[in-house]
């Protein structure tokens, strides 16, 4: 059981109250059903430009998803600044389908999406220096993780993530796992860049390993998009690190289960 586990970086005494909220949801059904598409790298790739572009919208790209399927699937020729970073992030999902979920591995995803990010020296690497969010009027949004335990802080959160890999869990409490690494991945907060891209592609990563392929075609990316308000709203538990409030956490863990019901993401 989820709450049993004695997890050092993942709160799990809220996952009782998160199940009575989605107590009328049959998350098994909704999972098995999405898509009913056959498998194919294709579909897979169908799939991963669709939650590339989003997450990248999410990050302010000025990407639009007709531009891009076409860019990839119908060679339309397009700039490539318009389109690099989305690439990145496309082989990064490719990448992550392809290997284990370890923080080894997400190192080296998190350099691939960051190829046009980030210089390569700093590409996949734990930040060694502070980190700060400024919103859009330039005030301080967030202080991450500080400098002297976000690696030790990293490791810890991939400790939580190996256990939960290796136990059996419910869908309920897949889902609810995997929103709050989600979520605690985005508060510490451990790279120079592309932080906000780990996160979601994580999510899904996590997802895929404890049920399955068709976790890779959740459009939650998308929901979270058309959601934008409401997802930064709910990311946004605490000014700092060292005092983030999880009792706030419910309606960030709740997006996910959202969208996986039908019309919610079009």
């Known amino acids: 059981m989820l709450t049993n586990l004695g997890l050092q970086m993942l709160p799990t005494r809220y996952f009782p109250e998160y199940a009575k909220r989605i107590k009328g949801m049959d998350l098994d059904m909704l999972l098995r059903e999405v898509p009913k598409v056959e498998i194919t790298t294709d579909t897979f790739g169908f799939y991963a430009s669709v939650a590339s572009v989003f997450s990248s919208k999410i990050e302010g790209e000025p990407i639009e998803l007709d531009s891009y399927l076409r860019h990839r699937f119908l060679q339309g020729k397009y700039k490539p ?6 690439d990145d992030l496309n082989t990064a999902y490719q990448y992550a389908r392809e290997n284990r979920l370890t923080l080894k591995n997400v190192l080296r995803a998190q350099a691939l999406l960051t190829r046009n990010l980030l210089p390569k020296h700093r590409r996949g690497k734990i930040r060694t220096g502070h980190e700060i969010i400024v919103n859009a009027e330039g005030r301080i949004e967030y202080t991450a993780a500080g400098a002297a335990i976000v690696e030790a802080e990293t490791e810890k959160l991939f400790a939580d993530i190996a256990l939960l890999l290796e136990s059996t869990l ?17 508060k510490i907060h451990p790279f120079e860049d ?7 592609l994580l999510e899904k990563w996590f997802l895929s390993e404890k049920n399955g392929e068709t976790a890779w075609y959740i459009p939650s990316e998308r929901y979270y998009y058309q959601y934008l308000s409401e997802y930064y709203r709910n990311v946004h538990i605490g000014q700092d690190y060292d005092s983030l409030d999880f009792e706030r956490c419910l309606p960030m863990l709740l997006m996910l289960p959202t969208s996986l019901l039908p019309n919610q993401s079009q």
């Open 81 to 86: 600044d318009y389109t690099r970073k989305v």
């Open 194 to 200: 592309g932080n906000g891209r780990t996160a979601r």
């Open 170 to 186: 419910t869908p309920e409490e897949s889902l609810y796992a995997a929103s709050m690494i989600h979520l605690v991945f985005l």
